[in-house]
């Protein structure tokens, strides 16, 4: 197995050996080629490893902080991810997502709890194919019976694009 040591996964991850140091002696992120075993041995970093590196360091330029950072990865190791290089986590600076899938969203700091998003573009689509079929109303308050004009061009479009 091919490793890297220190200061090279320094350079690659573009973080201080001070902070990865610091980030192997609390296990935030742990060597998994070879650990140091005492005085004058040195850490050997995977591939991967410098990846979750890399990923801890741009949580930390987007104002996550290290606090919340170890929490979120604590959460992924309980859970049962060996992996961390194989999922996509997602922050608004302040909390840390992971991102299943494009439906499924966890609030890692929040003990795994799932949020979700909406896709107004997806909602507005929805709606004009809705209504693109229902009744619509003149200003004066009488119903026409049938789906307004613009109405009627959204269906058309959406027929068109079916195709």
Do not use: H
């Not at 998003?117 to 004066?140: D, H, M, N, W, Y």
């Amino acid at each position: 197995m091919t490793g890297y040591r220190g200061p090279t996964a320094c350079a690659a991850a573009g973080i201080s050996y001070r902070q990865l140091d610091y980030w192997a002696r609390t296990d935030l992120v742990v060597p998994s080629v070879r650990s140091a075993t005492g005085s004058g041995s040195q850490r050997l970093y995977s591939f991967r490893d410098i990846v979750v590196l890399k990923v801890v360091k741009r949580l930390l330029d987007a104002g996550v902080s290290l606090q919340n950072i170890r929490k979120a990865i604590d959460t992924l190791r309980a859970r049962g991810v060996e992996d961390l290089a194989e999922i996509t986590l997602i922050s608004d600076g302040t909390t840390v997502y992971e991102c299943r899938s494009p439906e499924e969203v966890v609030d890692l700091l929040q003990g795994g709890q799932g949020v979700f998003g909406i896709a107004i573009s997806g909602a507005f689509k929805e709606i004009q194919g809705s209504l693109a079929t229902l009744p619509a109303v003149r200003a004066g308050g009488e119903d026409t019976g049938q789906p307004s004009m613009m109405d009627e061009l959204a269906l058309r479009r959406a027929r068109r694009q079916a195709v």
